[in-house]
């Protein structure tokens, strides 16, 4: 007697249909610039995928000319990224047009070698515990500092 339902049935993974490699045949690109955004998508390397509307940017603080690094301030938490040539990262979020951030992985993409593009080296999310102003249990988030 068959099975009826065999083809329904979950197959075990074999070893050769395990993904060998993460990484992609496109570029890494750190951020793209659109007309009309209105989510800013912040892809990290382990951790996952924010996608924030831009109603709740509070503000960005930045170190101007160096572009290593800046922070989003939400609402809700605080986004650190540092890289270098930020500069245009910086400038499309302030005019609320990047569409997304990502931190380089080099899991999926090889090693840029463009040495004057946006590069993003990390993201960090700090939630804040209390959201409300002058709340008692707000984490102290770093402000951008200069290059060394």
Do not use: C
Not at 38 to 63: C, E, F, G, V
Not at 115 to 136: M, R
Request: proline content about 10%.
């Amino acid at each position: 007697m068959t099975d009826p339902l065999a083809k329904f049935r979950k197959q075990p993974l074999t070893p050769s249909d395990t993904p060998r490699s993460l990484k992609t045949s496109e570029p890494y690109i750190a951020f793209d610039a659109k007309d009309n955004v209105d989510r800013l998508i912040i892809r990290r390397s382990m951790n996952p995928t924010r996608s924030p509307r831009y109603l709740y940017l509070k503000d960005i603080a930045y170190d101007a000319e160096f572009g290593t690094n800046f922070a989003l301030y939400f609402e809700f938490m605080v986004v650190v990224v540092r890289g270098r040539n930020l500069q245009p990262v910086i400038l499309a979020l302030q005019k609320n047009a990047a569409e997304f951030i990502y931190e380089f992985d080099p899991d999926r993409w090889e090693m840029p070698t463009d040495e004057k593009a946006p590069f993003i080296h990390s993201i960090e999310v700090l939630e804040q515990e209390d959201a409300s102003p002058g709340g008692e249990n707000r984490r102290e988030i770093p402000a951008p500092s200069k290059p060394h």
